[in-house]
């Protein structure tokens, strides 16, 4: 196989890797969230997850394909290196997920706060007795004084300073 056939055999196996990935996001969209997530991260791990299969050679695959080839046929002694991989790399993307859950759960608490406080003032304007009056609470109260009390007789009016 010359170089230029390993690249395009690379690239064809990441065009068909990133349908599946696709397609397995379109299979895990009804989830809850918290099962969702992991089992996206679990299949990206999996398709896209390289081993070596020649050292001197540097040559790569895919490390799912070499354990089904190695297991199913019997062919080889990469299953283990593989699974290795398999497994190292889940761990590091599990490790950065669980490091993204914590970053954005505290993130997702403030809005959720937010959102509750902004729905309550919105009941509480909904029921207050003064929106209903045209101008508002513009009366007698405007600065924040209580009215002058008006005494019978006298018909004097003096202003408010």
Same mark, same amino acid.
């Given at each position: 196989m010359t170089e230029n056939d390993y690249l395009i055999a690379w690239g064809l196996y990441a065009f068909a890797a990133l349908g599946c990935? @696709?397609?397995?996001? %379109?299979?895990? %969209?009804?989830?809850?969230?918290?099962?969702?997530?992991?089992?996206?991260?679990?299949?990206?791990?999996? @398709?896209?997850?390289?081993?070596?299969?020649?050292? &001197?050679?540097?040559?790569?695959?895919?490390?799912? *394909?070499?354990?089904?080839?190695?297991?199913?046929?019997? &062919?080889?002694?990469? *299953?283990w290196r593989a699974v290795s991989d398999l497994l190292m790399y889940t761990i590091i993307a599990f490790c950065l997920y669980g490091v993204f859950v914590l970053i954005r759960w505290p993130i997702e608490r403030a809005g959720?706060?937010?959102?509750?406080?902004?729905? *309550? *003032?919105?009941?509480?304007?909904?029921?207050?007795?003064?929106?209903?009056?045209?101008?508002?609470?513009?009366?007698?109260? %405007?600065y924040g004084r209580a009215a002058a009390s008006s005494v019978p007789g006298s018909s004097r009016v003096e202003p408010r300073l």
């Open positions: 990935l @696709l397609v397995w996001l %379109r299979m895990t %969209r009804f989830m809850w969230r918290w099962l969702r997530e992991p089992l996206r991260v679990l299949m990206a791990v999996l @398709l896209f997850s390289p081993t070596i299969i020649d050292p &001197v050679k540097e040559k790569f695959a895919p490390a799912v *394909a070499i354990t089904a080839l190695d297991l199913a046929f019997k &062919v080889g002694n990469n *299953a959720k706060a937010r959102k509750a406080q902004a729905v *309550a *003032a919105e009941q509480a304007r909904k029921h207050d007795p003064e929106d209903d009056q045209p101008f508002g609470s513009a009366g007698d109260d %405007r």
